[in-house]
């Protein structure tokens, strides 16, 4: 089977894109709080990829996003880029030193929590008087809710998609 790396990396970064939208119009309490529907993607390149294709798709993603939705060059997104970094840092270490003793699942979670603690401590410098002691618990159950429900619908979609024979390893 030919190796279908750079489409299969592609459809990845649609899906993110297009999650990434339909996410930025589901309301918020704070710029840093959402469900984040465009790990999926990501959870998913990390796992079939590795590190430096996730950061390459959550890059992508952050500037595309940001470019559709009118945030580029504004505190969203510096926030967005800087969480979608740390997000692909956190899973891509993860997935190498724990090599598959992880689940999706558990690298959604940790991806999620480690874009939000980011977004957060970087907030604290742009707006001052922010109360992180007082969020930082919250934020991090949420990022355990969130990251859980986005890395089971990544590990649905990557049955699904093994199953039709889209993103499948090549062989050989």
Same mark, same amino acid.
């Given at each position: 089977m030919?190796?279908?790396?750079?489409?299969?990396?592609t459809v990845l970064i649609?899906?993110?894109?297009?999650?990434? +939208?339909?996410?930025? /119009?589901?309301?918020?309490?704070?710029? /840093?709080?959402?469900?984040?529907?465009?790990?999926?993607?990501? *959870?998913?390149? *990390? +796992?079939?990829?590795?590190?430096?294709?996730?950061l390459e798709l959550n890059l992508l993603r952050a500037f595309a996003v940001a470019l559709i939705t009118g945030l580029l060059a504004t505190p969203s997104f510096l926030l967005s880029v800087a969480g979608a970094v740390a997000?692909? *840092?956190v899973m891509g270490g993860l997935r190498k030193v724990l090599s598959g003793k992880l689940s999706i699942t558990g690298l959604s979670v940790a991806g999620a929590v480690a874009s939000l603690w980011t977004q957060l401590l970087l907030a604290t410098l742009i707006l001052a008087g922010l109360p992180l002691q007082n969020i930082v618990l919250f934020l991090t159950l949420w990022g355990v809710i969130s990251g859980g429900a986005v890395g089971l619908l990544a590990q649905k979609t990557v049955n699904r998609?093994?199953?039709?024979? *889209?993103?499948?390893?090549?062989?050989?």
């Open positions: 030919p190796d279908r790396g750079g489409k299969d990396l649609l899906m993110a894109t297009a999650l990434g +939208v339909i996410d930025s /119009f589901i309301p918020r309490p704070l710029p /840093f709080m959402k469900i984040g529907l465009a790990n999926v993607a990501a *959870v998913i390149a *990390v +796992v079939r990829y590795g590190f430096l294709k996730t997000s692909a *840092v998609s093994f199953n039709i024979g *889209v993103l499948r390893k090549a062989e050989g």
